[in-house]
């Protein structure tokens, strides 16, 4: 069996008002393909933050890799890395700048990247199919295609774990088909991926498992074949799901 990359232990957590996570346990393990999934305010982005390390639990025990999700920041980016939600804009840096930061947790005390660093960084952009951009301003890219190149810097950094948060947003349908495609194509006996989607449909077809959640708990867990039933989709959606195809749903809409 393939080694744990992240494991959430009883965990549960929240920002001052009240837990947002509660008494969570999950595994994500080299080989998988993880999609969370949930309504809004589910707690999704929650649990994509404390299984990068990002977020301390209040209760409960996050370990990264070997690592517990204390240890130091330089450390955990060895083991796992981490795409936001929404990319930063207004950076003053090139695509190719912005994919050779991943290389940072590799490089010696002086941050000098060698061409070695440099080859990484255009294939990660290449595999995003934004090489073409390398050398034009990050600030001066589409929404979709900063979100291409946050995910260049991401897989130029060589974690064994990818966490993407909503890596499909900002995406027309063909992007937010390639992207996932290209991510999974990834997922090998060395690298594992945790993604927060909200496309059911594209959730069947990119994961090899699913974490569903409502109301910060994880109602059900496990190969997306058995998660994805209509029955509990439409029980955590609060809407009719229909099955129209072997990775198609869709909601049945209100008479």
Sequence with gaps: MTRPLTTLEGVTVGYGAGPVLHDVSLEVRAGQAWAVLGPNGAGKTTLARVAAGLLAPEQGRVT????????????????????????PEGLAFTALEVALMGRAPHLGPLGLTSARDEQLARDALAAFD????????????????????FLARALAQAAPLLVLDEPTAFLDVRHQVETLHLVRQRV??????????????????????????????????????????????SEVYGITMEQTGE?????????
Excluded: I, K, N
């Design 64 to 87: 990264v890799g070997d690592l517990p999700s204390t240890a130091a920041p330089a450390a955990l980016a060895t083991r796992v890395a981490w795409v936001p939600q929404q990319a």
């Design 130 to 149: 934004v090489v073409a951009l390398a050398d034009r301003p990050v600030s001066a890219l589409s929404g979709g295609e900063r979100r291409r190149v």
């Design 188 to 233: 090998s006996d060395a690298l594992g991926v945790m993604a927060v989607l909200h496309d059911v449909s594209l959730a069947s077809r990119f994961a090899t498992h699913v974490a569903l959640l409502s109301a910060g708990r994880v109602v059900a867990q496990g190969p997306a074949r058995e998660v994805l039933s209509t029955a509990r989709l």
């Design 247 to 255: 990775h198609a749903f869709q909601p049945r809409w209100p008479a």
